[in-house]
């Protein structure tokens, strides 16, 4: 990995993405990078937008992600990972998301449709250099929570191999940071095993 790395994690309130990030962070500290985090929100009720940035070694910088610099997007709801690659993902941006939708607000109310997965896969694709889709329903049906997406869908960052972060400190950072180890340890597995599957690894 070049010295410079930037992640950034697309989803909206109440699905721990604040909580993801500095799981992320503490995990690059155990390796002796230096973090330097962020967080932009849209509409501050749960369900609205929340986006973390982590910015690894690149300490003299600032925090936000800047457009056509983002290496890394890991989208917890798919709406908010497309709106997200919009603005700052390129051809370099890898792409690593949950196809399970969260819908708006405004969706619930009938007042706007929640666009078909086909299409925001499709649009993702236009944008980043590589989309991998995701779906963590079998997880929350084994384990009757969603709570323990993030550690899905870092099992699955760690088996892609687009970060230095390993293993072992994203393990050890999840156990220090996040509740109910035995259920992110399960999850954890699984996003690796869903991720395997689907690059044929």
């Given amino acids: 990995m070049k010295n410079q790395y930037n992640i950034l994690i697309a989803g909206v309130g109440g699905q721990g993405n604040l909580v993801c990030g ?16 962020g967080e932009t929100f849209g509409a501050s ?3 609205g937008t929340v986006l973390t940035h982590l910015r690894l070694d690149a300490d003299d910088l600032g925090p ?20 997200a690659a919009v ?9 690593i998301i949950s196809m399970t939708k969260i819908e708006t607000p405004e969706s ?4 706007v449709k929640y666009p078909e997965i086909t299409e925001i896969k499709r649009s993702l694709r236009a944008i980043c250099g590589k989309v991998y ?3 963590p329903g079998r997880i929350f049906a084994e384990t009757g929570t ?3 997406l993030n550690a899905y869908m870092l099992g699955a960052m760690v088996t892609s ?11 050890r950072a999840i156990q220090t940071t996040l509740k109910e180890w035995d259920l992110n340890r399960v999850a954890f597995e699984a996003g690796k095993k869903d991720f395997r599957s689907l690059v044929d690894l």
């Fill in 22 to 37: 500095c799981v992320l962070a503490e995990a690059a500290l155990q390796q002796g990078l230096t973090p330097t985090t």
């Fill in 45 to 47: 009720r749960r369900g």
């Fill in 64 to 83: 936000l992600i800047p457009r056509e610099q983002l290496d890394l997007l890991l989208g917890l709801e798919p709406l908010e990972s497309l709106r």
């Fill in 87 to 95: 603005d700052l993902a390129t051809s370099r941006t890898t792409a």
């Fill in 108 to 111: 619930i109310a009938g007042k």
């Fill in 133 to 135: 889709s995701l779906d």
């Fill in 146 to 148: 969603r709570r323990a």
């Fill in 161 to 171: 191999g687009v970060t230095s972060l390993t293993e072992e400190h994203i393990l």
